[in-house]
C-alpha cells in the first residue's frame, strides 16, 4: 500500500558528506511528519531529525549543526544532507513518515527499510 524506500547511504572518511533520500509511494493523499531515526551496532534506535509538513524542523543534540533535513512535498520525498560527519554517526539510517491515504483524518505510521552509512578513515 504504502511504500518508503532510503537511498543514499555508503562509506565515507570522517569529516566528509552524504545525502539521504526517503521516497515514498502508493495510495497517498498526503504525508504529515516525516523522521529520521538511526541505529548503530548494538545500540538503540534514536530518533535524529523531524520535519513537518509545513517545514518545521528538530534534531537530536548530537546532529544539530552538522545534519539538516528537507522535503518536497510534490515528489513525496524526504532528504537528510549529512556533513561533518564523525565515525560515531555510522549506522542504519531508516526513513518514518506519518501517511494519510485518503481525505478522512486516519493517519497510518510507515517505515523504510534502512540504509547503511559507514564514517570511517
Known amino acids: 500500500q504504502v511504500q518508503l524506500v532510503e537511498s543514499g547511504g555508503g562509506l565515507v572518511q570522517p569529516g566528509g558528506s552524504l545525502r539521504l533520500s526517503c521516497a515514498a509511494s502508493g495510495s497517498i493523499f498526503s504525508i504529515n511528519d516525516m523522521a529520521w531515526y538511526r541505529q548503530g551496532p548494538g545500540k538503540q534506535r534514536e530518533l535524529v531529525a523531524t520535519?513537518?509538513?509545513?517545514?518545521?524542523?528538530a534534531y537530536a543534540d548530537s546532529v544539530k549543526g552538522r545534519f539538516t533535513v528537507s522535503r518536497d512535498n510534490a515528489k513525496n520525498t524526504m532528504y537528510l544532507q549529512m556533513n561533518s560527519l564523525k565515525p560515531e554517526d555510522t549506522a542504519v539510517y531508516y526513513c518514518?513518515?506519518?501517511?494519510?491515504?485518503?481525505?478522512?483524518?486516519?493517519?497510518?505510521?510507515?517505515w523504510g527499510q534502512g540504509t547503511q552509512v559507514t564514517v570511517s578513515s
Open positions: 518514518n513518515a506519518a501517511v494519510r491515504r485518503s481525505s478522512s483524518w486516519y493517519v497510518s505510521d510507515y
Open positions: 520535519i513537518t509538513s509545513r517545514g518545521s524542523t
